[in-house]
């Protein structure tokens, strides 16, 4: 290879380099810009909802609500302790503390749009039984459940109910004490 090869090849080379190295600069601006721009949004994460001002903690925030007066809450919910700026939020949120019980039977619910589905749902004609109650497991909802905790008619598929939690009872497999009965009777035949 000649001189002149090489200086071209070395040539070639360089600029392929210097290349590389501008775009590699570029990465790397954009790099710094962008986590430049999220520490500034983690700075800014909590808000407080009476002055906007933004704070880097929550623990910052709590401290500016007790010491700013004018961000203080005024209103005490009786119930929970919670507090609020004005009298309208701390009304609605006392909603979530009242019980609608159910006049026909023991049940309350905190939504009185619950209790009515709950009415429809077991004393009105069409009954709709617990999917929990009727498979023996413990209904994750208590007295908030809207339907039936008792005992429905039998499932109209029997044992080719293919449902997880049907809302029906199915009759239990007496196969197994059959199958063991005619083992027991194929035992005894060949003892003969």
């Given at each position: 290879?000649?001189?002149?090869?090489?200086?071209?090849?070395?040539?070639?080379?360089?600029?392929?380099?210097?290349?590389?190295?501008?775009?590699?600069?570029?990465?790397?601006?954009?790099?710094?810009?962008?986590?430049?721009?999220?520490?500034?949004?983690?700075?800014?994460?909590?808000?407080?909802?009476?002055?906007?001002?933004?704070?880097?903690?929550?623990?910052?925030?709590?401290?500016?609500?007790?010491?700013?007066?004018?961000?203080?809450?005024?209103?005490?919910?009786?119930?929970?302790?919670?507090?609020?700026?004005?009298?309208?939020?701390?009304?609605?949120?006392?909603?979530?503390?009242?019980?609608?019980?159910?006049?026909?039977?023991?049940?309350?619910?905190?939504f009185e749009g619950l209790l009515v589905k709950h009415s429809q749902a077991v004393?009105?004609?069409?009954?709709?039984?617990?999917?929990?109650?009727?498979?023996?497991?413990?209904?994750?909802?208590?007295?908030?459940?809207?339907?039936?905790?008792?005992?429905?008619?039998?499932?109209?598929?029997?044992?080719?109910?293919?449902?997880?939690?049907?809302?029906?009872?199915?009759?239990?497999?007496?196969?197994?004490d059959e199958e063991d009965d005619g083992d027991e009777s194929e035992n005894d035949?060949?003892?003969?």
């Open positions: 290879m000649s001189v002149k090869d090489i200086e071209t090849v070395f040539l070639s080379l360089n600029t392929m380099f210097e290349d590389l190295k501008g775009k590699i600069d570029g990465l790397t601006n954009k790099y710094e810009d962008l986590e430049k721009q999220l520490k500034k949004q983690k700075k800014s994460s909590f808000k407080c909802n009476t002055c906007s001002k933004k704070f880097e903690s929550v623990k910052d925030l709590q401290k500016h609500k007790t010491e700013e007066a004018a961000c203080q809450a005024k209103f005490k919910c009786d119930e929970c302790e919670k507090t609020f700026k004005t009298e309208k939020q701390l009304s609605v949120h006392s909603k979530k503390h009242e019980k609608f019980p159910c006049e026909e039977c023991d049940c309350e619910f905190n004393h009105e004609s069409m009954k709709i039984f617990c999917h929990y109650f009727n498979n023996d497991k413990e209904c994750p909802y208590d007295d908030q459940c809207i339907f039936a905790h008792e005992e429905s008619p039998e499932c109209k598929f029997g044992r080719g109910c293919e449902r997880m939690m049907c809302m029906f009872q199915h009759e239990e497999s007496d196969n197994d035949d060949d003892d003969d």
